[in-house]
């Protein structure tokens, strides 16, 4: 049973790698993002792709504050670990 877990956590890492998230985010002077995007926030934006996932399972390890791609990665299992392309655009 915990290998059949685990071969869904990979099969589902390969598809989060394909993805990407875009958060629209308000950004004042110079183009500066007002406040950061949580995991909360991812957490949210994969539930809208159908995808449900722990937003304690997403480790924002640096505050994403910038408009562009980051790279964020989420811990599916304690031996699979996914990441997923988080794009911040205004």
């Known amino acids: 049973e915990e290998d059949a877990h685990i071969a869904e ?3 589902l890492a390969e598809k ?3 993805m990407e998230l875009v958060i ?3 950004t004042g002077e110079q183009d500066k993002v ?3 995007v949580s995991s909360k ?3 949210e934006e994969l539930k809208k792709q159908g995808i449900d996932i722990d937003k304690k399972k997403i480790c924002v390890t640096y505050p994403i504050d910038s408009l562009g791609t980051h790279n964020v990665k989420i811990q599916l299992h304690k031996k699979v670990e996914g990441e997923i392309k988080v794009t911040l655009k205004k």
């Open 9 to 11: 956590m990979q099969k």
């Open 16 to 18: 989060l790698k394909k």
């Open 24 to 26: 629209k985010v308000k």
């Open 34 to 36: 007002f406040g950061t």
């Open 41 to 43: 926030q991812i957490c």
